[in-house]
């Protein structure tokens, strides 16, 4: 046997850290990138789940208040005097459709209720957007991520099938661990898109529910002003 064959062979790092290290250049980047989406899904998760839970707070708080036997001039001046969001956003663009008909010396009444039914379909589009931004991304990332991560894992075997191919050698203690860092850049892509998935469903789910509860609002506003109308008309 020469030297070479009796040296003992060095152990492969097959730590995650040492499967980063030793990965193709274009592999690393697929991780590094899977891992920026990773950390993106969390903050935007977390950025969701306290805004959701706040709206919630105020449409509580508001739904409260309107239905206290608060007169809806006091409200609307409480309210109009500071940015609203939500349900408070909703009464506030209605009442000032309505207020503006009635500034006017010729107080006409016509069209008035298609108007305040078109601002509050307007506020709600509003609403909706704003607690649906950013949840493009969690369903790209929830999508595209496992796909991304076997690009790199595939790129990766390429990689590790040629170094094979040089060496002439086809032993497992040579293979595996290219295998292994190929399919780390897998696994890092499922870590990604398996949350962004999750989550995309939870929240689509609740700007459903939350849309909801602004539609019938305005359905039940829309009706208590269509009375006053009639008996003021």
Known sequence: MTPAELAPAVAPDLSIWGLFLQAHWVVKSVMLGLLACSIWVWAIAIDKTILYARTKRAMDRFENSFWSGQSLEELYRSLSSRPTHSMAALFVAAMREWKRSFEGQARSFAGLQMRIEKVMDVTIAREIERLERRLLVLATVGSAGPFIGLFGTVWGIMNSFQSIAASKNT????????????????????????PATIFYNKFVAEVNKQAARLEGFADEFAAILSRQIDERG
């Open 171 to 194: 032993s497992l203690a040579v293979v595996a661990p290219g295998i292994a860092e190929a399919l780390f850049a897998t696994a890092i892509g499922l870590v990604a898109a398996i």
